[in-house]
Nanobody
C-alpha cells in the first residue's frame, strides 16, 4: 500500500548542492522510520542518513556536516539536502521507510526497511 517516489537527483559539479525529495504515497497507520541509502554498481547499498519517528536525525560519517535529512509530516515528504558534494557521493540514492513506534529509534541497515523507492541518480563531477 505504501509507495515511495524519489526526485531531485541530477548532475552537479564538486562543491555544489542538491536536494532530494521522497514523497510517501498511501495511508500511514503509524509512525515511520525514514532513511536515505545510496548504491553504486557492484557495491553494497549503504545508509546515508535516517530520521526517527520523533524527528531525531542520524548520519553516516561521510554525510556528517554536509547532508541534512528532514521531513514534512503534513505533506509526507522526506528530504535530503546535500551540500559540498564530492565525486564519491555519486550513486543511486534510495528512499526507504518502515513502521516504527513513535518512541523508537531507527536502524542503519537496509534489511530493517520494508518500503523502498526506485531511486534517483546523483552524479558529481570533478
Amino acid at each position: 500500500q505504501v509507495q515511495l517516489v524519489e526526485s531531485g537527483g541530477g548532475l552537479v559539479q564538486a562543491g555544489g548542492s542538491l536536494r532530494l525529495s521522497c514523497t510517501v504515497f498511501g495511508y500511514v497507520y503509524s509512525s515511520f522510520c525514514m532513511a536515505w541509502f545510496r548504491q553504486t554498481p557492484g557495491k553494497e547499498r549503504e545508509g546515508v542518513a535516517h530520521i526517527d519517528p520523533d524527528g531525531t536525525p542520524s548520519y553516516a560519517d561521510p554525510a556528517k556536516g554536509r547532508f541534512t535529512i528532514s521531513q514534512d509530516n503534513a505533506k509526507k515528504i522526506l528530504y535530503l539536502q546535500m551540500n559540498s558534494l564530492k565525486p564519491e557521493d555519486t550513486a543511486m540514492y534510495y528512499c526507504a521507510a518502515t513502521y516504527r513506534s513513535y518512541g523508537s529509534r531507527c536502524g542503519r541497515g537496509k534489511n530493517e526497511y520494508k518500503y523502498w523507492g526506485q531511486g534517483t541518480q546523483v552524479t558529481v563531477s570533478s
